[in-house]
Nanobody, 120 residues
Framework: QVQLVESGGGLVQAGDSLRLSCVAS????????MGWFRQAPGRGREFVAG????????SYAASVKGRFTISKDNAKDTVYLQMNSLIIEDTAVYSC?????????????WGRGTQVTVSS
């Protein structure tokens, strides 16, 4: 069973940058997709970005496209989320996810999450 551990969250000011990391231990070839999701207080979980281990295909939510970049290091079993030009609305708990494809669903495995807080 894959286990996901996120790191890199924190408190930053609007306009700043932050990089999140997610280490995936025990992953298998069948779990080809990794993603970042976020959940703000009082709101549901939303997809942020996704990437495949094999081909490096990526997908982004419209709200972060052009500001956030997802990347991977297969040798380190690590996925990153580079977040630039942060805005207050980016404040949320960011969770890493693993699944068979970028269509995250019932077989998704989740990390515990890391808090990102953007202040004005």
């Amino acid at each position: 069973q894959v286990q996901l551990v996120e790191s890199g969250g924190g408190l930053v000011q609007a306009g700043d940058s932050l990089r999140l990391s997610c280490v995936a231990s025990g992953r298998t070839f069948s779990r080809d997709a990794m993603g970042w999701f976020r959940q703000a207080p009082g709101r549901g979980r939303e997809f942020v970005a996704g990437i495949t281990w094999s081909g490096g295909s990526t997908s982004y939510a419209a709200s972060v496209k052009g500001r956030f970049t997802i990347s991977k290091d297969n040798a380190k079993d690590t996925v990153y989320l580079q977040m630039n030009s942060l805005i207050i609305e980016d404040t949320a708990v960011y969770s890493c996810a693993s699944d068979r494809s970028l269509f995250f669903g019932s077989s998704t495995v989740w990390g515990r999450g890391t808090q990102v807080t953007v202040s004005s």
